[in-house]
T-cell receptor, first 116, second 111 residues
Framework: DTGVSQDPRHKITKRGQNVTFRCDPI?????LYWYRQTLGQGPEFLTYFQNEAQLEKSRLLSDRFSAERPKGSFSTLEIQRTEQGDSAMYLCASSPIRGRNYNEQFFGPGTRLTVL | EDQVTQSPEALRLQEGESSSLNCSYT??????LFWYRQDPGKGPEFLFT???AGEEKEKERLKATLTKKESFLHITAPKPEDSATYLC????????????FGTGTRLQVFP
């Protein structure tokens, strides 16, 4: 088990461009979460999936953000028309829904986005 | 509104000097309280989950405790490798599965 992986690890883009991030959860983890973290703050919830169903989206998530988990395995987070305020670390986490580690969210290394 | 407040914001300890970090929370029905460690530029690393008041968990030099209003992370005889930001998060009964995080305590342990 290699843990949660995210790609890319770093992304620099110009304002107005679209970006897409990928997250591969721990195998057999049904739930997958996206968070955003800015410097000096704790992670802030964006959205989460159980299998392929998107169960909750934060009110803070603008229409420029969209997430998918088409086959209940990996997930993508797309940001359209990026703004400088989107610069942050985007974190993915996964958790099982049963078993010893039930409800414990394990995080990936994050994707650092810089919007110029 | 569910809220987590951590104190202090930053803490400097000499190696071997024990101390405690505080996490105060307000949540509409606590399903779980979580402690994470985060190193610079990395994702949070899971440490503990606490579910009910009075519960305690230990791991090496760390011990987490929980009351109805707050949690403490006790660090006994810390070493420089314990230097990191420690994050506390809560999961409420009515908030589905999302975690609500505090801003963290930045711990520095110097030799």
């Amino acid at each position: 088990d290699t843990g949660v992986s995210q790609d890319p690890r770093h992304k620099i883009t110009k304002r107005g461009q679209n970006v897409t991030f990928r997250c591969d959860p721990i195998s057999e983890h049904n739930r997958l979460y996206w968070y955003r973290q800015t410097l000096g703050q704790g992670p802030e919830f964006l959205t989460y999936f159980q299998n392929e169903a998107q169960l909750e989206k934060s009110r803070l998530l603008s229409d420029r953000f969209s997430a998918e988990r088409p086959k209940g395995s990996f997930s993508t987070l797309e940001i359209q028309r990026t703004e400088q305020g989107d610069s942050a670390m985007y974190l993915c986490a996964s958790s099982p829904i049963r078993g010893r580690n039930y409800n414990e969210q394990f995080f990936g290394p994050g994707t650092r986005l810089t919007v110029l | 509104e569910d809220q987590v407040t951590q104190s202090p914001e930053a803490l400097r300890l000499q190696e071997g000097e024990s101390s405690s970090l505080n996490c105060s929370y307000t949540v509409s029905g606590l399903r779980g309280l979580f402690w994470y460690r985060q190193d610079p530029g990395k994702g949070p690393e899971f440490l503990f989950t606490l579910y009910s008041a009075g519960e305690e968990k230990e791991k090496e030099r760390l011990k987490a405790t929980l009351t109805k209003k707050e949690s403490f992370l006790h660090i006994t005889a810390p070493k420089p490798e314990d230097s990191a930001t420690y994050l506390c998060a809560v999961q409420g009964t009515y908030n589905t599965d999302k975690l609500i995080f505090g801003t963290g305590t930045r711990l520095q342990v110097f030799p």
